[in-house]
């Protein structure tokens, strides 16, 4: 069983969730702000208890997931981060590759979390498994999320229809090693 790793980058802390993240994920995923542009309706509490659930399986079966983005200086559970197998069903160009994903506290919104967040989970799931590429979803509407997939070296591929919603299709080659 893969717990996941601890990553720190200069000013986050990534890691696992732990079954104490709950209330912190809870207030995370019923943030109307929050989740807009992702589920388009807070999460219910059993809803985010489902979630993490989830997540901590994406780790015990693929041996990635996603991890909690916890602020060094406070040590506040402040997001989300990581790699994940959603099987969406989006097409032979997404859905062999692990997706990208990333949510964050309306709270820090602008202050480049996200970016730092996934390039150092990036650098982490380039250097365990080495894939040929990653792959992530966003609502075209979603500039600040565009913007840190642009940083990260995503370019879309497409638009497809997800949950009934307009998404656009991302798609980052690896680093060369």
């Known amino acids: 069983m893969t717990a996941g790793p601890r990553i720190e980058t200069a000013r986050l802390i990534l890691r696992p969730h732990r ?18 542009m992702i589920y388009q309706n807070p999460m219910s509490r059993e809803d985010c208890w489902h979630r993490l659930l989830r997540f901590a399986g994406h780790w015990s079966l693929l041996g990635y997931g996603l991890l909690v983005v916890e602020e060094k200086a ?9 790699l994940a197998d959603f099987h969406r069903g989006l097409g032979e160009d997404f859905d062999p590759f692990p997706e990208m994903a990333w949510m964050m506290s309306t709270e820090v919104h602008g202050r480049g979390y996200a970016t730092e967040g996934a390039q150092a989970a990036l650098r982490w799931m380039e250097g365990a498994f080495a894939p040929e590429r990653t792959v992530c979803i966003i609502d075209p509407a979603n500039t600040a999320s565009l913007r840190v997939a642009e940083k990260l070296g995503f370019h879309p591929i497409g638009n497809a229809e997800y949950k009934g919603k307009q998404v656009l299709k991302l798609r980052r080659f690896a680093t060369p090693r």
């Open 74 to 82: 406070s040590g506040r559970v402040v997001g989300e981060v990581g």
């Open 19 to 36: 079954i104490s993240d709950y209330e912190a994920c809870c207030a995370l995923t019923s943030d109307p702000e929050a989740v807009r």
